[in-house]
């Protein structure tokens, strides 16, 4: 059976004669099947059971690919899931199910391995590009003697073989292929390589191109949308120029990325919407369910906007100022004399505060929050249909944030509400809920709560550029108060990243810097208890759990002590 493994044993079939029955009989010496085989394609792939090859007679070629394609049907699962992969992503996965079937074939019939190995012919001189790192990776992983110099290679070879003798693959189920293929698509994002999905093909060309891997209606995963200002066509990470244009202005971020501690420029794309048309010129209905919360956030909302002390010094005064105080502490200890200015000086503020309520829109906001409490109060108009204890997420991010915007109108305050959710470091959508000067001069929660509630959540959470977005777009210092109020889990996570807590130190410095642009930043975590993420991205005191609407007014108060 060994000697049989390889094409050698065979003889080449004349030239006028087909070569489909020699490589069926090889095919079912080799594992007892015979699938059916075509000579009808440019390229290898695999459907309905059937192998396709190229027409061109090349004996050597037909016989790597009809036997690395047997090895799929005999080795691989039917079906992989698509939903969530960015095409680098996919494509890294895809080449890990080659190298992991050519792998277990080997093992069983090591003869496949004098027929593999010699058509992988990618070296170091292929170049440090996108698709020749993928060719590389497939020599490493199929040839234990091939050294390549380059550290995303090396780690590919480490994430898929438990020992240096690369005879046992650590990957052997579909999720942990799948995990595998993330973190190396990762690292290519942060390295910026651009990776031409549509003209990709596998390496070497025996390998097939994948297409019974994923059913016709996965293929529809998220794309990289262009780029919100013109950019080199060489430029590395450039868009697909067939990719749509966005619907709303463009901004680009940047990133935080704690492993090299620096800030990525312009590395996240945050695409923001218009606001949706007025339904009306009359309440609608549901509003009413806010009715009797917003009086009781008054008072509350009184105090965390209040205007800050300015930091200016005076000789008299009620308020020392501690910064003053300090210096003039440690000039009497130094034997000198100090400035008496200690006190805070007073001046009025007439600048109006400005907030912003973001809301979570990704799909974790879905999940159902389990509210009931025995022998709580509850406020008319805030049940439920079906059940007090039954409200998801996005419908207790709704009724805060509906509510806060109709206290935060009855206080005269500039208010904001936008919901966002994110596809990648490229489509970062916040949709504009309600803006000062909306159009008709409708109230915030003209029709607010129903436009909130009718969000359907979907994509993940990228806070930190949702932050930064919301703290450029309040603008330059004016003596007023700045708020972003976060209505959330808490739990940042989205598709192109995998390093655990990236994104939570990304949004914990922008939380940080904000506050040194005068910009408080704090959380409303929907969470029955505690909220650690939410806890670490904005500190203990600037996160308050909020299982039920009921909950507001005290979330507040707690922010201001």
Same mark, same amino acid.
């Given at each position: 059976m060994h000697t049989l493994a390889h094409p050698s044993a065979l003889a080449a079939p004349p030239p006028q004669a087909a070569p489909q029955q020699p490589l069926a009989q090889w095919l079912r010496l080799l594992w007892d099947a015979a699938p059916p085989l075509h000579l009808d394609s440019e390229t290898p792939f695999i459907a309905d059971g059937g192998i396709h090859l190229p027409a061109r007679p090349q004996w050597q070629q037909h016989c790597a690919a009809a036997a690395h394609a047997a090895a799929h049907l005999v080795y691989s699962p039917r079906r992989f899931v698509a939903e969530g992969l960015v095409p680098t992503a996919r494509a890294l996965l895809a080449l890990l199910e080659d190298a992991r079937v050519e792998a277990l074939a080997m093992r069983e019939l090591p003869g496949l391995a004098r027929l593999w190995r010699p058509l992988h012919t990618a070296t170091p001189d292929n170049g440090p590009g996108c698709e020749a790192l993928f060719a590389r990776l497939a020599r490493a992983l199929a040839d234990p003697a091939y050294e390549d110099p380059h550290p995303w290679v090396a780690k590919g070879r480490r994430l898929f073989y438990l020992d240096e003798a690369m005879g046992l693959p650590?990957?052997?189920? !579909?999720? =942990?292929?799948?995990?595998?293929?993330?973190?190396?698509?990762?690292d290519i994002g942060q390295a910026r390589l651009p990776f031409n999905a549509r003209g990709y093909q596998p390496a070497p060309a025996y390998r097939d191109d994948h297409r019974w891997m994923w059913a016709a209606d996965q293929l529809a995963t998220v794309q990289p949308p262009s780029e919100a200002r013109p950019r080199p066509a060489d430029a590395p990470g450039g868009p697909d120029p067939a990719e749509p244009a966005p619907r709303g202005t463009a901004t680009l971020h940047p990133e935080w990325d704690q492993l090299i501690r620096r800030l990525r420029p312009d590395w996240v794309r945050v695409v923001e919407e218009a606001e949706p048309p007025a339904p009306g010129h009359q309440p609608l209905a549901g509003d009413?369910?806010? &009715?009797?919360?917003?009086?009781?956030?008054?008072? !509350?909302?009184? &105090?965390?906007?209040?205007?800050?002390?300015?930091?200016?010094?005076?000789? =008299?005064? =009620?308020?020392?100022?501690?910064?003053?105080?300090?210096?003039?502490?440690?000039?009497?200890?130094?034997?000198?004399?100090?400035?008496?200015?200690v006190y805070r000086a007073r001046q009025p503020v007439s600048a109006r505060a400005r907030v912003w309520l973001l809301i979570d829109s990704s799909a974790s906001a879905a999940a159902m929050l389990s509210t009931g409490r025995a022998g709580r109060p509850r406020l008319p108009g805030?049940? =439920? !249909?079906?059940?007090?204890?039954?409200r998801s997420l996005m419908q207790t991010a709704a009724r805060c944030a509906a509510a806060a915007a109709l206290a935060l109108q009855a206080l005269g305050v500039a208010c904001t509400v936008a919901a966002f959710r994110s596809h990648g470091r490229h489509a970062v959508q916040l949709r504009l809920m309600h803006g000062p000067g909306s159009a008709g001069g409708h109230g915030p929660t003209q029709g607010l709560l129903q436009r909130l509630t009718a969000l359907q959540p979907a994509g993940s959470t990228r806070l930190g550029a949702a932050l930064r977005h919301a703290a450029l777009r309040l603008g330059p210092r004016n003596g007023g108060a700045r708020w972003v109020l976060l209505v959330s889990d808490g739990q940042a996570h989205d598709v192109d990243v995998h390093e655990p807590g990236y994104l939570i130190d990304d949004a914990r410095h922008a939380v940080i810097t904000a506050r040194r642009h005068g910009v408080r930043m704090a959380c409303l975590a929907l969470a029955s208890g505690a909220a650690p993420e939410a806890e670490r991205i904005f500190g203990r005191g600037s996160t308050q759990a909020v299982s039920d609407p009921a909950d507001l007014p005290r979330a507040l108060r707690r922010l201001v002590l």
């Open positions: 650590a990957l052997r189920t !579909p999720a =942990e292929l799948r995990t595998a293929a993330m973190r190396l698509g990762h009413g369910a806010v &009715q009797p919360l917003d009086r009781q956030l008054l008072a !509350p909302l009184k &105090q965390l906007l209040r205007p800050q002390t300015p930091r200016g010094r005076a000789a =008299e005064g =009620e308020v020392f100022h501690f910064d003053a105080l300090l210096g003039w502490s440690i000039a009497r200890r130094c034997a000198q004399d100090g400035d008496l200015r805030m049940d =439920e !249909p079906g059940g007090a204890d039954a």
